[in-house]
């Protein structure tokens, strides 16, 4: 069984399709990152996948079950971390944690999971005085004390430092080896490339291009700008396989300290999928 299907999605407010028909299928295991502009319909479409929005029109079945539909034992399977989640400010990071790890049937220790988001010189702090980075953490821990089979990452590490930024993507493959699915919205281009094992690029409601981060929308086959300076002139030649191109310059004595080779990005092709939709 699948984590996630999704087939035909759609939801409209008033008249207009904020999701205009989404297919989607997350294996169990998958690391998955939807990603796409401000108001593409990607928040819309996570919170139907975790029950908290009802759709217009779709069918939706997530660990086996209608999110729509599904009751306490399918919601204690599942880890949510919300884009704007509102703290109980007033409690310590180990008292919010320990409240929520109660309404799980197997959870993890409270002090574990603050561990794993690199809280712990914070467990005895009152989440009112973190900083916004801080708080985004003790949102993670929220999500994962539950042991969740799937989790739901809305923008996780907006507002992260660097260095926590990669602390979090390790926490994200360390919860993937041990099997968890993830699906993550993101803006970090960086982010979903380190992360996802595949990515759909989400457009004004509909998904226009799908796969891994290293072929999304045609990226493994595009050429490669080879660009170097043979006396005193600046060459560019495109090539599918530079290696040709490399013989013949070494062949030539050119000197290839002022070669580079360069591919579309993640984010080049991302724009231009995003582009072409405008
Ligand atoms: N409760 C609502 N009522 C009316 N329109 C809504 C509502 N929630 C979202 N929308 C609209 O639906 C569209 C999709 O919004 P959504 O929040 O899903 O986008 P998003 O891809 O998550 O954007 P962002 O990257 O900014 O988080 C937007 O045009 C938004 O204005």
Not at 90 to 97: A, C, G, I
Not at 258 to 264: A, C, D, G, N, S
Request: proline share 4%; no cysteine.
């Amino acid at each position: 069984m699948e984590a996630i299907e999704v087939s035909g999605l759609r939801k409209t407010y008033r008249d207009r399709d904020a999701v205009a028909g989404i297919d989607l299928v997350v294996a169990r295991g998958e690391i998955f990152a939807l990603l796409g502009p401000n108001g593409a319909g990607k928040t819309t479409t996570v919170e139907i996948l975790e029950g908290h929005r009802r759709r217009t029109a779709g069918d939706v079945r997530v660990l086996g079950e209608d999110p729509g539909k599904a009751g306490s034992a399918w919601r204690s399977r599942i880890g949510i971390v919300l884009q704007d989640a509102d703290d109980a400010a007033d409690l310590t990071v180990y008292e919010m944690v320990r409240h929520i790890a109660g309404f799980y049937p197997g959870p993890r220790g409270a002090d574990e999971a603050i561990e794993l988001v690199g809280l712990t010189a914070k467990r005895n702090s009152k989440i009112r005085t973190l900083s916004g980075g801080q708080r985004r953490r003790v949102d993670v821990a929220l999500g994962i004390v539950g042991r969740p089979e799937l989790l739901f990452l809305d923008e996780p590490t907006t507002g992260f430092d660097p260095e926590a930024r990669r602390h979090f993507w390790d926490l994200i493959r360390t919860l993937a080896g041990d099997g968890t699915t993830i699906l993550l919205t993101t803006h970090y281009l960086d982010e979903a490339e380190a992360l996802a094992d595949r990515l759909a690029v989400i457009a004004d409601g509909r998904i226009v291009a799908e796969g891994t981060p290293a072929t999304l929308g045609g990226r493994g086959a595009a050429q490669a700008k080879v660009t170097w300076r043979e006396g005193g002139t600046v060459h560019t030649e495109q090539h599918t396989d530079p290696g040709e191109l490399l013989r013949r310059l070494l062949d030539d004595g050119v000197d290839l300290t002022t070669l580079t080779i360069t591919r579309p990005t993640l984010e080049d092709t991302y724009l231009s999928l995003i582009g072409a939709t405008r």
